[in-house]
C-alpha cells in the first residue's frame, strides 16, 4: 500500500513544463541586455544569408573552400536560430514557461548545431591542409563529392552522437522544481532538476564534449601545425604570404571558436558567485560567432566582397584585383 501510493504521489509530482528565469541575477532589467542580443542575431541572420546567396550565385565560388563557408553559414544560422527567438520572448514578453519536449528538442539542437560548427571548421582545415601540403593531388581529391561525402559524414556524426542527450534527460523524472536559472535548456541545466540519479547523463555529456569537440580540435589544430610547419620550408617570401593568407580568415574563426569554448567551460566551473557570467557567455558564444564569420571572410576575401557587391546590385561592373 505504501509502494502505490508512493508511486502515485511521484507521478503527481511530475512537472508538465519548466519555466526559463532569464539571465540569473539581473531579472530586472534583462531586457535591455536583450536589444543588442537582437541587433547581432539580425546581422547574424542577415551576413550569413548574403553568404549562402552569394555563394550560390557567384561560378567563381562554387569552390570547395566557399562550399565548406555556404554550409557553416547554414549551420550558423540554425544555431542562432534555435536559442534567440526564445530568448527575446522571455525577455520582451515574459513567456516563460517551455515544453518537457520543447525543451529537449532544444537540447537536442544546440548540441547538433554545436558539433556540426566544430566539425565544419575540421573539414575546412583538412581542405586547407590538401590544398597548401598536396597542392597537385587538391583538385583530385577535394572536389563536390569530397564535400559532400564529409558534409553527410558529419551530419550523421553529429545527429546520431548528439540523440542520447534528450533521450537520457527525458528518462529522468522531475519534481516540484521546474524553474531553470537560465534563458535556455542546457542538458545539464536541465537534468540538475531531476530528482533521480544523473550520473550517466554528466558521464555522457563530458564524453560526448571531449569525443566530439575534443578530437575536431586536435585534429584542426595538428592540421595547421602541419601547414605552418609546410608553409616554413617555403624558400620564397611572396608564397608563404599568399599560402597564410588563403587559411588566415579560417584560423581567426578557428581560434576565437574554441577558445570561447575553454572560456566558457571554464566560467561555468568558477560561476557560483556570478552565475549570469557563464550564462550571458554562453548566450553570446551562440550568437557572436554566427554574426562574427562572415564579416571575417567579408573582410580578409576579395571574391567574396565582389560577389556581395554584384548581389546587393552595388558592383556589375567591379573588376577584380
Known amino acids: 500500500m505504501d509502494i502505490s501510493q508512493s508511486i502515485t504521489n511521484s507521478s503527481r509530482l511530475q512537472v508538465s513544463e519548466f519555466i526559463l528565469m532569464g539571465f540569473p541575477g539581473i ?59 526564445k530568448i527575446l520572448v522571455i525577455s520582451w514578453f515574459d513567456a516563460k514557461a517551455i515544453s518537457l519536449p520543447e525543451c529537449f528538442a532544444q537540447i537536442y ?65 522531475y519534481c516540484s522544481k521546474n524553474e531553470i536559472d537560465h534563458c535556455l535548456c542546457s542538458n545539464l541545466g536541465v537534468t540538475s532538476l531531476a ?15 571531449w569525443v566530439m569537440v575534443g578530437s575536431d580540435m586536435g585534429l584542426v589544430f595538428t592540421s595547421y601545425s602541419l601547414i605552418i610547419r609546410s608553409v616554413l620550408r617555403l624558400n620564397s617570401a611572396e608564397a608563404t604570404s599568399k599560402a597564410l593568407n588563403t587559411c588566415s580568415s579560417h584560423l581567426i574563426l578557428i581560434l576565437f571558436f574554441y577558445t570561447a569554448i575553454i572560456v566558457v567551460s571554464v566560467t561555468h566551473l568558477a560561476g557560483r558567485k556570478f552565475p549570469f557570467i557563464p550564462v550571458v557567455l554562453n548566450v553570446l558564444h551562440s550568437v557572436i560567432p554566427p554574426a562574427l564569420n562572415p564579416m571575417v571572410y567579408a573582410l580578409r576575401t576579395q571574391e567574396l566582397r565582389v560577389g556581395f557587391r554584384r548581389v546587393l546590385g552595388l558592383g556589375d561592373n567591379v573588376v577584380r584585383k
Request: charged share 10%; aromatic share 10%.
Open 195 to 209: 530528482c533521480d540519479d544523473i550520473s550517466i547523463n554528466r558521464f555522457y555529456h563530458l564524453a560526448l564534449a
Open 27 to 85: 531579472h530586472e532589467w534583462q531586457h535591455w541586455l536583450s536589444l543588442p542580443l537582437a541587433l547581432i542575431y539580425l546581422l547574424a541572420l542577415g551576413a550569413n544569408l548574403l553568404i549562402v546567396i552569394t555563394i550560390h550565385h557567384e561560378l567563381n565560388l562554387h569552390q570547395p573552400m566557399y562550399q565548406f563557408l555556404s554550409i557553416l553559414a547554414v549551420v550558423d544560422i540554425g544555431l542562432a536560430t534555435t536559442i534567440m527567438p
Open 109 to 173: 539542437a544546440i548540441n547538433s548545431f554545436m558539433a556540426m560548427e566544430s566539425g565544419i571548421f575540421l573539414c575546412m582545415a583538412v581542405d586547407r591542409y590538401i590544398a597548401i601540403c598536396y597542392p597537385l593531388q587538391y583538385s583530385s581529391t577535394v572536389n563536390e563529392a569530397f564535400v559532400s561525402k564529409v558534409t553527410l559524414s558529419m551530419v550523421l556524426r553529429n545527429c546520431l552522437l548528439t540523440m542520447p542527450l534528450p533521450v537520457l534527460a527525458a528518462q529522468r523524472h
